[in-house]
Protein backbone atom coordinates (compact mmCIF):
# COMPACT_ATOMS: atom_id res chain seq x y z
CA UNK A 1 0.00 0.00 0.00
CA UNK A 2 1.57 3.49 -1.18
CA UNK A 3 1.16 6.51 0.95
CA UNK A 4 0.77 9.09 -1.20
CA UNK A 5 2.93 12.46 -0.77
CA UNK A 6 -0.36 14.47 -0.23
CA UNK A 7 -1.33 12.35 2.68
CA UNK A 8 2.17 12.54 4.46
CA UNK A 9 2.35 16.49 3.83
CA UNK A 10 -1.51 16.54 5.49
CA UNK A 11 -0.39 14.19 8.65
CA UNK A 12 2.71 16.86 8.98
CA UNK A 13 0.21 20.05 8.50
CA UNK A 14 -1.55 18.28 11.27
CA UNK A 15 0.98 17.53 13.75
CA UNK A 16 2.21 21.12 13.64
CA UNK A 17 -0.95 22.38 14.51
CA UNK A 18 -1.63 20.23 17.28
CA UNK A 19 2.24 20.91 18.46
CA UNK A 20 1.71 24.88 18.02
CA UNK A 21 -1.49 24.67 20.08
CA UNK A 22 -0.13 22.59 23.03
CA UNK A 23 2.79 24.84 23.30
CA UNK A 24 0.90 27.98 23.32
CA UNK A 25 -1.28 26.29 25.89
CA UNK A 26 1.52 25.91 28.35
CA UNK A 27 2.43 29.73 27.78
CA UNK A 28 -0.94 31.02 28.98
CA UNK A 29 -0.04 33.20 31.82
CA UNK A 30 -3.51 33.32 34.54
CA UNK A 31 -4.21 37.03 35.46
CA UNK A 32 -5.89 37.85 38.58
CA UNK A 33 -9.86 38.94 38.26
CA UNK A 34 -9.68 40.51 41.73
CA UNK A 35 -7.18 41.46 44.21
CA UNK A 36 -7.04 42.68 48.09
CA UNK A 37 -4.87 42.97 50.41
CA UNK A 38 -5.46 43.04 54.19
CA UNK A 39 -3.61 42.53 57.72
CA UNK A 40 -4.93 40.55 60.51
CA UNK A 41 -3.80 40.89 64.01
CA UNK A 42 -3.67 38.32 66.36
CA UNK A 43 -3.17 38.15 70.27
CA UNK A 44 -2.82 35.15 72.09
CA UNK A 45 -3.73 34.49 75.38
CA UNK A 46 -1.08 34.25 77.64
CA UNK A 47 -2.55 34.13 81.31
CA UNK A 48 -2.79 38.13 81.49
CA UNK A 49 -3.84 39.38 78.59
CA UNK A 50 -7.64 37.99 79.12
CA UNK A 51 -9.02 41.68 77.91
CA UNK A 52 -6.80 41.89 74.59
CA UNK A 53 -6.94 38.61 73.60
CA UNK A 54 -7.89 37.34 70.35
CA UNK A 55 -6.68 33.84 70.39
CA UNK A 56 -6.50 31.02 72.57
CA UNK A 57 -4.90 27.74 72.97
CA UNK A 58 -7.10 25.15 72.79
CA UNK A 59 -5.14 21.61 72.69
CA UNK A 60 -1.72 21.24 73.97
CA UNK A 61 0.64 18.06 74.20
CA UNK A 62 0.03 16.51 77.78
CA UNK A 63 1.16 18.35 80.97
CA UNK A 64 1.34 21.69 78.39
CA UNK A 65 0.02 24.87 79.92
CA UNK A 66 -2.54 26.30 78.02
CA UNK A 67 -0.89 29.56 78.14
CA UNK A 68 2.47 29.06 77.08
CA UNK A 69 2.63 27.26 73.61
CA UNK A 70 4.84 23.39 73.77
CA UNK A 71 8.32 24.13 73.76
CA UNK A 72 9.92 22.76 71.05
CA UNK A 73 8.49 24.05 67.49
CA UNK A 74 5.11 24.05 69.59
CA UNK A 75 4.25 20.71 67.85
CA UNK A 76 0.75 19.63 69.46
CA UNK A 77 -0.63 23.23 70.15
CA UNK A 78 -3.85 23.75 68.14
CA UNK A 79 -5.32 27.35 69.06
CA UNK A 80 -8.51 29.26 67.19
CA UNK A 81 -8.92 33.16 66.71
CA UNK A 82 -11.04 35.43 66.10
CA UNK A 83 -9.28 38.70 65.07
CA UNK A 84 -9.62 41.74 63.76
CA UNK A 85 -8.62 42.50 59.81
CA UNK A 86 -7.97 46.19 58.79
CA UNK A 87 -6.81 47.61 55.97
CA UNK A 88 -3.54 48.86 56.93
CA UNK A 89 -0.72 47.39 59.57
CA UNK A 90 -2.55 49.50 62.46
CA UNK A 91 -3.82 47.12 65.07
CA UNK A 92 -5.96 50.29 66.28
CA UNK A 93 -7.38 51.34 62.55
CA UNK A 94 -11.08 50.70 61.93
CA UNK A 95 -11.76 46.76 61.73
CA UNK A 96 -13.31 46.15 58.04
CA UNK A 97 -14.26 42.60 59.86
CA UNK A 98 -12.78 39.29 61.20
CA UNK A 99 -10.55 36.94 60.55
CA UNK A 100 -11.72 33.56 62.39
CA UNK A 101 -10.21 29.68 61.98
CA UNK A 102 -7.60 27.89 63.95
CA UNK A 103 -4.26 26.80 63.41
CA UNK A 104 -2.02 24.25 64.40
CA UNK A 105 1.23 23.21 64.92
CA UNK A 106 2.19 20.03 62.71
CA UNK A 107 5.68 19.28 62.70
CA UNK A 108 8.38 18.61 65.22
CA UNK A 109 11.71 19.64 63.42
CA UNK A 110 10.47 23.24 62.35
CA UNK A 111 7.87 26.19 62.83
CA UNK A 112 5.39 25.18 60.69
CA UNK A 113 1.18 25.10 61.33
CA UNK A 114 -1.48 24.31 59.16
CA UNK A 115 -4.51 26.90 58.78
CA UNK A 116 -8.15 26.94 58.22
CA UNK A 117 -9.90 30.03 58.33
CA UNK A 118 -12.73 32.92 57.22
CA UNK A 119 -12.46 36.43 56.57
CA UNK A 120 -15.58 37.46 57.66
CA UNK A 121 -15.71 41.44 55.93
CA UNK A 122 -18.54 43.67 56.97
CA UNK A 123 -17.83 47.00 55.46
CA UNK A 124 -18.60 49.46 53.22
CA UNK A 125 -16.04 48.08 50.33
CA UNK A 126 -16.94 44.39 50.85
CA UNK A 127 -19.43 42.75 51.93
CA UNK A 128 -18.98 38.10 52.68
CA UNK A 129 -16.45 35.66 53.45
CA UNK A 130 -13.31 34.30 51.95
CA UNK A 131 -12.26 31.06 53.47
CA UNK A 132 -8.93 30.39 53.03
CA UNK A 133 -6.56 27.07 53.94
CA UNK A 134 -3.18 25.13 53.80
CA UNK A 135 0.50 24.85 55.39
CA UNK A 136 2.22 27.23 56.74
CA UNK A 137 5.79 27.06 57.02
CA UNK A 138 6.61 30.25 59.28
CA UNK A 139 10.00 30.35 58.63
CA UNK A 140 9.55 31.35 54.56
CA UNK A 141 9.51 34.74 54.47
CA UNK A 142 5.87 34.12 52.24
CA UNK A 143 4.39 31.60 52.03
CA UNK A 144 0.64 30.79 49.92
CA UNK A 145 -2.31 29.60 51.17
CA UNK A 146 -5.25 28.62 49.08
CA UNK A 147 -8.45 30.60 48.91
CA UNK A 148 -10.99 28.16 48.96
CA UNK A 149 -14.48 29.70 47.86
CA UNK A 150 -16.41 32.60 50.00
CA UNK A 151 -19.63 34.39 49.75
CA UNK A 152 -21.22 37.82 49.45
CA UNK A 153 -18.58 39.87 46.65
CA UNK A 154 -16.73 36.98 46.93
CA UNK A 155 -19.46 34.23 46.08
CA UNK A 156 -17.28 31.19 44.82
CA UNK A 157 -14.39 33.19 44.74
CA UNK A 158 -10.95 31.01 44.46
CA UNK A 159 -7.12 31.81 44.24
CA UNK A 160 -4.06 32.37 46.20
CA UNK A 161 -2.85 34.01 49.23
CA UNK A 162 0.26 34.88 49.76
CA UNK A 163 0.64 35.67 53.68
CA UNK A 164 3.78 37.73 55.15
CA UNK A 165 4.31 37.98 58.87
CA UNK A 166 4.18 41.60 59.04
CA UNK A 167 5.60 41.87 62.55
CA UNK A 168 5.76 40.39 65.95
CA UNK A 169 6.28 41.09 69.49
CA UNK A 170 7.56 37.13 71.16
CA UNK A 171 5.04 34.54 71.00
CA UNK A 172 1.92 36.87 71.76
CA UNK A 173 0.98 38.83 68.80
CA UNK A 174 1.86 38.99 65.20
CA UNK A 175 0.69 40.28 62.34
CA UNK A 176 0.16 39.04 58.94
CA UNK A 177 0.02 41.01 55.79
CA UNK A 178 -2.54 38.83 53.74
CA UNK A 179 -1.84 39.43 49.83
CA UNK A 180 -4.96 37.68 47.70
CA UNK A 181 -5.19 37.44 44.44
CA UNK A 182 -8.50 35.56 43.00
CA UNK A 183 -8.52 34.06 39.71
CA UNK A 184 -12.21 32.47 39.48
CA UNK A 185 -14.52 35.17 40.12
CA UNK A 186 -18.15 35.06 39.37
Not at 11 to 31: D, E, G, R, V, Y
Request: glycine share 8%.
Amino acid sequence: MAISRSNIALFFIFFICLSSANSSAKKKQHTPCKELVLFFHDIIYNGHNKANATAAIVAAPEGANRTILAGEFHFGNIAVFDDPITLDNNLHSPPVGRAQGMYLYDTKNTFTAWLGFTFSLNSTEHQGTINFMGADPLMNKTRDVSIVGGTGDFFMHRGVATIMTDSYEGEVYFRLRVDMKFYDCW
